[in-house]
């Protein structure tokens, strides 16, 4: 079974930075893209970064030119600058997994907090 475990969130002032880690354990064929959305409260669920298995990256343009999304072969980060108090979210891993069965697996983390204060 796969399991995403993220990392690296917290408090922060306005203007700092944070990086968060997605690690992912268990057996499986291979990772295609993993991605970094976030949901703020009382708000739907958005994709802040994307990166593909040949690093090929997206970004929302909210983030654009402040976050960094990057990978290695079973984690991927999210560096984050210039953070604003609109950055505050819970921040969710999720990627794509090819499992040995031959299936493709949406994998979810179960979410980190990250507080940007003015």
């Known amino acids: 079974q796969v399991q995403l475990v993220e990392s690296g969130g917290g408090l922060v002032q306005a203007g700092g930075s944070l990086r968060l880690s997605c690690a992912v354990s268990g057996s499986f064929f291979r990772i295609n893209d993993m991605r970094w959305y976030r949901q703020a409260p009382g708000k739907q669920r958005e994709l802040a970064a994307s990166i593909t298995r040949g690093d090929t990256t997206n970004y929302a343009d909210s983030v654009k030119g402040r976050f960094t999304i990057s990978r290695d072969k079973r984690t991927v980060y999210l560096q984050m600058n210039s953070l604003k108090p609109e950055d505050t979210a819970d921040y969710y891993c999720?990627?794509?997994?090819?499992?040995?069965?031959?299936?493709?697996?949406?994998?979810w983390g179960q979410g980190t907090q990250v507080t940007v204060s003015s």
């Open positions: 999720n990627a794509e997994i090819s499992t040995i069965w031959g299936t493709i697996s949406d994998s």
